[in-house]
């Protein structure tokens, strides 16, 4: 097959293959993504197309060796010679400064400019949410939206802007940062929303801001205004950023898109795990619409250093930032495939100890394959 393959290769038949750079990271980043590699081959494998694995040493225990966070040619490397960036997490307890993370993970954000940060929220398996039914559908436990709650929803992190510039000074006692909100920064986001919800069918955009207290954030209400105009049949809708947090608990069944700034999205993201599962099944892609390679998919969660080294860590997220990653590649049917295995593997009930399980990264990553 392999050989007739190659013979026709002038025909198109040749299998596509696809450049990979993996950067393992910190603490359960390598465990996770090592453990969610052979996954993502299999399903490569089963939809057609292969994917070519280049490890890179970046992380924390190279920076204490090293002094080397992100060297400007591995930068160039990244930017220029591969298809997608696969990371697993970056944080480690011996950089309290966080320094090699900043230039390497918001590094490589803003330097390749992926200005959207999409987090999809999305319930798997009923019993994941820690809402109790019978409060999320007004007392009637037996109705169907308690058996089969819906929480699917997606988040547009902005992604290159916001106070994660670092921008500011230290004047005396007084230490000041800077929140940095562009024109064009602000209205790219919220587009990439609407784009986003016409091209999936969502009826609603819900932007999220604090302009009640921060004036800056007059541009968020101005900018969403305007863009929303232009997408009809789509409702624009607002929310301060506290009382989506309470909302978000209360009823997250009602949203489908939310677009709002980098550290607000940040926070909003984490909530949104905890709504359905946890940190150990969410997922994320840092793009640039319109770009058709490159990206950087990761886990939205970080190193978890009291898990480090144990073999418990859920692999489900970084499987599942595969997905989004294949999806980005232009494989969409192996990115649902991928997730059919997801789905079937926590049904099985197969599951590390965060989701109320005993088995192990590895099992559960085995388990998926295997679902493939
Ligand atoms: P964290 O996401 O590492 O952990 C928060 C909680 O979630 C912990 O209880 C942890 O055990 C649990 N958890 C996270 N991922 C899990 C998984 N796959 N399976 C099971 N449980 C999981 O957040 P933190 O503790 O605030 O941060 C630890 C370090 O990671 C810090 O240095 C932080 O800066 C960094 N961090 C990095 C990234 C990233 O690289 N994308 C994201 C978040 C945090
Ligand atoms: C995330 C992380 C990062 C962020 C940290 C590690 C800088 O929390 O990817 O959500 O705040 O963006
Ligand atoms: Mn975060």
């Known amino acids: ?44 494998a089963k939809h057609g197309f292969t994917l070519a694995w280049e490890r890179l040493p970046y992380c924390a225990d190279h920076y204490l060796k090293t002094g080397e966070t992100l060297p400007d040619a591995a930068f160039g490397h990244l930017r220029d010679d591969v298809d997608a960036i ?9 950089v309290p400064g966080n320094e090699h993370a900043r ?11 992926l200005y959207v940060n999409f987090r999809p929220v999305q319930l798997l398996h009923p019993d ?11 007392g009637q436990p037996d109705s169907p939206t308690a058996r089969r709650p819906q929480i699917d929803f997606v ?31 602000v209205e790219r986001i919220i587009r990439a929303a609407f784009d986003w919800a016409k091209a999936h069918g969502k009826a609603r955009v819900t932007m999220s801001d604090k302009a009640n207290a921060v004036p800056a954030h007059r541009i968020w209400q101005e ?53 359905v599962g946890g940190l150990g099944l969410a997922p994320s892609a840092n793009l640039h619409p319109g770009r058709s390679g490159g990206g950087l998919f990761e886990p939205v969660h970080g190193s978890a250093p009291a898990l480090a ?8 997220a970084a499987i599942l930032t595969g997905a989004l990653m294949f999806e980005q590649l232009g494989h969409p049917d ?3 495939d991928l997730e059919r295995a997801v789905k079937e593997t926590l049904r099985a009930g197969v599951r590390t100890s965060d989701i109320g399980g005993a088995a192990t990264t590895e099992q559960v990553a085995q388990a998926t394959q295997e679902h493939l």
């Open 128 to 138: 994941l949410t820690p809402l109790r039914a019978d409060r999320r559908t007004g």
């Open 1 to 44: 097959m392999a050989l007739l393959r190659e013979l026709r290769a002038g025909d198109g038949l040749r299998v596509k293959r696809y450049k990979i750079a993996v950067i393992p990271g910190d603490g359960i980043g390598p465990e996770v993504i090592e453990a969610a590699m052979p996954v993502l081959d299999r399903a490569a």
């Open 309 to 316: 080294g144990k073999g418990i860590a859920n692999p489900l």
């Open 334 to 336: 192996a990115a649902r």
């Open 223 to 275: 900018t969403f205004r305007r863009v929303a105009a232009q997408y009809v049949g789509i409702e624009a809708e607002h929310r301060y950023v506290d009382a989506l947090a309470m909302e978000l608990v209360r009823e997250p069944e009602r949203f489908a898109v939310i677009v709002t700034n980098n550290l607000y999205g940040d926070i909003l993201s984490d909530l949104g795990a905890a709504l």
């Open 155 to 185: 988040i547009f992190r902005e992604n290159t802007e916001g106070v994660y510039l670092g921008r500011g000074r230290i004047e005396g006692d007084q230490y000041i940062a800077e929140e940095v909100n562009t024109a064009k920064g």
């Open 86 to 94: 696969f990371l697993g997490a970056l944080g480690d307890p011996r």
């Open 103 to 113: 230039d390497i993970l918001l590094g490589l954000r803003f330097r390749l400019d």
